[in-house]
């Protein structure tokens, strides 16, 4: 009974954390629908970096200076801020003052990919062949999956194209996501790959 | 009898300690109370490699100058918690809660040894490997 009194006083603040102090949310845009770092509450893609924005609520302060711990570093890894998930697993993440005392922790678990979807930026997934006028620009979002279920994080998948394509990919900025360019017309595929999934899609051209 | 009578309000002395979060789906994370007969109770706690586990300390209110240590580290880590909420400490006072987190980091058995202003009390912590 008192254990549930405890659990009812501590329930009132908001976050997904064991303690419900803390929260720990992807880095991602407000429009950024496909932002594949929006899934704080889905497993890390194993080989994929989880960029975590960590905040407090406790009552009468402001956030204090917050450290990420991984209890398990070979499950999970911290790096430089950032969850790197290193083989199939679950570690707890420890969120700390500088001074060691754990103000929440919260389980993050480490899937491998089995399926690669492409997405437009607004999340809507793309299933068919692309059309495109010269000049025109698509960003394309890569989806990581373990069977139904979408994984977090962001990974550096490798983007190729067919030979003597009328388009150009080009990075811009992000890790995974590509810009397409139609530079003249004709027909290419695009084809994503990361670790054994991958996946292809047409882009056609037209002046 | 008067022996029995020193160990009952011995025991009555010491924190009583509760479970305040949960266990993931598919790993251990469980505190029990461990009954004996001529002394003190103790408390074991069963958890997951790579699981943390909070429990908090109460003896009528929490408890103060609360300290655990590990007999090994490597096997069960306690780090203090620290709590933004008041816990009652008597009919009409309150304190701020009074709380450890003990984390799984190795399959094997150890001990975690409590004390507090008001007593102390042992727990065997065991971490079980996962699947």
Same mark, same amino acid.
């Given at each position: 009974?008192?254990?549930?009194?405890?659990?009812?006083?501590?329930?009132?603040?908001?976050?997904?954390?064991?303690?419900?102090?803390?929260?720990?949310?992807?880095?991602?845009?407000?429009?950024?629908?496909?932002?594949?770092?929006?899934?704080?509450?889905?497993?890390?893609?194993?080989?994929?970096?989880?960029?975590?924005?960590?905040?407090?609520?406790?009552?009468?302060?402001?956030?204090?200076?917050?450290?990420?711990?991984?209890?398990?570093?070979?499950?999970?890894?911290? #790096?430089?801020?950032?969850?790197? !998930?290193?083989? *199939? +697993?679950? /570690?707890?993440?420890?969120?700390?003052?500088? %001074?060691? $005392?754990?103000?929440?922790?919260?389980?993050?678990?480490?899937?491998?990919?089995?399926?690669?979807?492409?997405?437009?930026?607004?999340?809507?997934?793309?299933?068919?062949?692309?059309?495109?006028?010269?000049?025109?620009?698509?960003?394309?979002?890569?989806?990581?999956?373990?069977?139904?279920?979408?994984?977090?994080?962001?990974?550096?998948?490798?983007?190729?194209?067919?030979?003597?394509?009328?388009?150009?990919?080009?990075?811009?900025?992000?890790? #995974?996501?590509?810009?397409?360019? !139609?530079?003249? *017309? +004709?027909? /290419?595929?695009?084809?994503?790959?990361?670790? %054994?999934? $991958?996946?292809?899609?047409?882009?056609?051209?037209?002046? | 009898?008067?022996?029995?009578?020193?160990?009952v309000a011995l025991a009555a002395c010491n924190p009583e300690l509760s479970q305040i979060s949960v266990?993931?789906?598919?790993?251990?994370?469980?505190?029990?109370?461990?009954?004996?007969?001529?002394?003190?109770?103790?408390?074991?706690?069963?958890?997951s490699r790579g699981v943390a586990l909070a429990i908090d300390c109460t003896a009528g209110g929490p408890?103060?100058?609360?300290?655990?240590?590990?007999?090994?580290?490597?096997?069960?880590?306690?780090?203090?918690?620290?709590?933004?909420?008041?816990?009652?400490?008597?009919?009409?006072?309150?304190?701020?809660?009074?709380?450890?987190?003990?984390?799984?980091?190795?399959?094997?058995?150890?001990?975690?040894?409590?004390?507090?202003?008001?007593?102390?009390?042992?727990?065997?912590?065991?971490?079980?490997?996962?699947?």
């Amino acid at each position: 009974m008192r254990g549930l009194s405890f659990l009812a006083l501590v329930a009132g603040c908001a976050g997904p954390g064991a303690l419900h102090q803390a929260t720990l949310v992807g880095q991602c845009a407000e429009s950024d629908a496909a932002c594949s770092k929006r899934h704080p509450l889905a497993p890390i893609a194993i080989g994929a970096h989880f960029q975590p924005e960590v905040s407090a609520e406790i009552d009468g302060t402001a956030s204090p200076s917050l450290q990420l711990e991984s209890v398990d570093p070979s499950v999970i890894a911290v #790096d430089h801020g950032e969850l790197v !998930a290193k083989r *199939a +697993g679950a /570690s707890e993440i420890l969120i700390s003052t500088d %001074d060691g $005392s754990v103000v929440d922790f919260e389980l993050a678990w480490a899937a491998p990919v089995t399926e690669l979807t492409l997405a437009h930026r607004d999340g809507d997934r793309v299933a068919g062949t692309i059309a495109m006028t010269v000049g025109e620009d698509v960003t394309l979002v890569p989806g990581l999956w373990n069977g139904a279920q979408r994984l977090g994080g962001a990974a550096e998948v490798t983007w190729t194209q067919s030979a003597d394509a009328p388009i150009a990919v080009l990075r811009d900025g992000s890790l #995974d996501r590509r810009r397409i360019r !139609a530079r003249a *017309a +004709g027909k /290419s595929t695009v084809t994503v790959a990361f670790g %054994d999934a $991958s996946a292809a899609i047409d882009v056609e051209v037209v002046p | 009898m008067r022996a029995a009578y020193l160990v009952v309000a011995l025991a009555a002395c010491n924190p009583e300690l509760s479970q305040i979060s949960v266990a993931p789906p598919g790993r251990a994370a469980r505190l029990d109370e461990v009954h004996h007969s001529w002394h003190a109770d103790t408390y074991r706690i069963e958890v997951s490699r790579g699981v943390a586990l909070a429990i908090d300390c109460t003896a009528g209110g929490p408890c103060e100058h609360l300290h655990v240590v590990s007999d090994d580290p490597a096997i069960a880590e306690v780090r203090p918690a620290s709590l933004g909420v008041l816990q009652s400490a008597g009919y009409t006072r309150q304190q701020p809660a009074a709380a450890v987190v003990v984390i799984g980091k190795a399959p094997g058995k150890t001990r975690l040894h409590l004390a507090a202003a008001e007593g102390h009390r042992d727990i065997d912590v065991t971490v079980v490997a996962t699947p």
